[in-house]
């Protein structure tokens, strides 16, 4: 997989609107989490936790009938932890029209079998 490749692809459920007829921010933020974990998992080879999220933006909002392809490249790598750029693209109109509509960091650290923090393996 490389960084042009989507980690994730999911389409929203008329479950997921919020009160605005917008997707609901916590459903896409789970979305990122699943996303940023199947790559922190393949860095650290094994169990990671999300410990921190920053520089979140919400750009535009999600519609029903979206298309999301998330995607991810590594910002940061630390001795324990990798912070991870997500990317939340909306495909739009059956796939005519994609917008950008958020973007975070995600940090997550690698965990022994014990659940405490561990030295990621070698790049």
């Not at 790598?77 to 995600?106: C, H, M, N, P, Y």
Request: hydrophobic content about 45%.
């Amino acid at each position: 997989m490389t960084e042009n490749d989507p980690v994730l692809r999911v389409a929203p459920r008329p479950a997921d609107i919020n009160s605005n007829g917008h997707i609901f921010g916590g459903w896409v933020l789970s979305q990122m989490d699943i996303a940023g974990g199947i790559v922190a998992g393949r860095i650290a080879q094994g169990a990671c936790a999300t410990v921190a999220i920053e520089t979140m933006q919400f750009i535009a909002p999600i519609l029903l009938g979206d298309l999301i392809s998330i995607y991810a490249r590594v910002e940061r790598r630390g001795r324990t932890s990798v912070a991870i750029r997500l990317d939340v693209i909306a495909g739009r109109d059956r796939g005519q029209t994609e917008v950008k509509v958020t973007s975070g960091v995600f940090t997550f650290v690698a965990l022994d079998e014990n659940h405490r923090p561990r030295p990621l393996p070698d790049a």
